[in-house]
């Protein structure tokens, strides 16, 4: 059973019955201003924008932005969070209706919206000076971002849900953000950007069992180079293998692929022409970082 406090911070809520078989309890997520923060920082400090978008649909083409929040947070070496820069929330008129699904979702209407729009030239001033952005399947967010706010498009992204081996790292068994935050004791009811963003802040926060905090171990391998390697000329009847090790299908260049770390290149290299293309050709590769890796 699964206890909720709705009650705010420090207050007490329903209480759970000494005969309740399980008992889990979960606390609403508290206000940033409440969020504990390291006293004793240790340089260098980078500054982490966490941001999250609503929009009416999924293509950054098409779709607008009708929802956008972002909390840029003082990173120092050691993972650790030591202050909350600045914060922002915007809404926005797509100049369309709100689809039903996305209302729905969101609880934004289009009354929420009407006549509301995002001072671009205030974001970027706000957002200029970051090092590293983060989202939850930061891809999305990125996209929209980049057809805002240009100066983004080669801005380097650490995904806390592709990024982060949550099962390894942590032992949370999830990869939704709702999952996750409930996982570790918290739950928010709201699905607005500043409300994932805010949930999404409690994530990064969460100490893992060798003393760090997640948003060090995030960023720590994000920022770490991989190699694309892509099995070139691969027989259409080798997709199952490829699916099954890991590979993804770029529909645009047409063809499988998979990242690894720089010492997995040549195991790698020797898979595919064993397994996949044994009568070549080589398989293309190229360098990944976290500015490239979101895209």
């Not at 967010?141 to 592709?162: E, I, N, V």
Request: contains cysteine; negative net charge.
């Amino acid at each position: 059973m699964t206890y909720f406090n709705d009650a705010g911070d420090g207050a007490v809520g329903p209480q759970p019955h000494a005969d309740d078989w399980d008992v889990r309890i979960l606390r609403r997520v508290s206000e940033l201003e409440k969020l504990p923060l390291s006293q004793r920082p240790v340089e260098p400090i980078r500054h982490i924008a966490v941001v999250d978008v609503e929009t009416t649909g999924t293509d950054p083409e098409r779709d607008q932005v009708i929802d956008l929040a972002y909390v840029v947070l003082a990173v120092d070496a050691l993972g650790e969070i030591v202050d909350i820069v600045r914060k922002g929330e915007a809404l926005s008129d797509p100049g369309v209706p709100i689809p039903e699904r996305i209302s729905l979702l969101t609880g934004l209407t289009d009354a929420d919206v009407s006549g509301k729009w995002i001072d671009l030239d205030a974001l970027e001033r706000a957002l200029k000076s970051v090092d590293v952005f983060v989202a939850h399947n930061c891809a999305f967010d990125a996209g929209f971002l980049r057809h805002l706010l240009p100066m983004t498009a080669q801005a380097a992204w650490a995904c806390t849900a592709k990024d982060f081996d949550w099962l390894e790292r942590s032992g949370l068994d999830a990869r939704a953000l709702g999952h996750l935050l409930m996982q570790i004791g918290f739950f928010n009811d709201a699905h607005r950007a500043m409300a994932d963003v805010v949930s999404l802040i409690h994530l990064l926060s969460h100490r893992l069992a060798d003393g760090r905090t997640v948003v060090g171990a995030l960023l720590d391998g994000a920022s770490r180079e991989t190699i694309r390697i892509e099995a070139t000329g691969a027989a259409f009847d080798r997709r199952s293998i490829l699916k099954a090790r890991g590979y993804r299908w770029d529909g645009g260049v047409k063809v499988w692929w998979t990242e690894v770390s720089a010492d997995e290149l040549e195991a790698e290299r020797l898979w595919l022409g064993r397994e996949v293309t044994p009568w070549g050709p080589e398989p293309r590769t190229r360098v990944i970082t976290w500015r490239q890796r979101h895209r």
